[in-house]
């Protein structure tokens, strides 16, 4: 079955970076488009940032462009989120998934594959 397995959360003080991974086993990911999601508690879902099968078509959340990097080496079938200048608003679970549809979707329903989530936490 399809697998995507998010990796690099942790905890860290404001003002600091991580870098998110996503492993994809049994699905090719240049044949999808690919985003980070993330979901504080008590929140609903929301976009992160999401790529397009090769790479040339990328989309932010307006209130993360600059401070975060969303990469994919199709490859090694991993996507990346590079996260800098960490917020405590950034804290959350932050979701892998995959879409058949093109270039850069921005809706939970067009994502048919998703990971566990990786949890982030900031602190002040």
């Known amino acids: 079955q399809v697998q995507l397995v998010e990796s690099g959360g942790g905890w860290v003080q404001a003002g600091a970076s991580l870098s998110l991974s996503c492993a994809a086993s049994?699905?090719?990911?240049?044949?999808?488009?690919m985003g980070w999601f993330r979901q504080a508690p008590g929140k609903e879902r929301q976009l992160v940032a999401t790529?397009?099968?090769?790479?040339?078509?990328?989309y932010y959340a307006d209130s993360l462009m600059g401070r975060f990097t969303i990469s994919r080496d199709n490859a090694k079938n991993t996507v990346y989120l590079q996260m800098n200048s960490l917020k405590p608003e950034d804290t959350a679970v932050y979701y892998c998934?995959?879409?058949?549809?093109?270039?850069?979707?921005?809706?939970?329903?067009?994502?048919?594959?998703w990971g566990q989530g990786t949890q982030v936490t900031v602190s002040s």
């Open positions: 998934a995959a879409s058949f549809y093109s270039p850069t979707p921005r809706t939970l329903s067009n994502y048919q594959y």
């Open positions: 049994r699905l090719t990911i240049s044949r999808f488009s």
């Open positions: 790529v397009s099968g090769s790479g040339e078509a990328i």
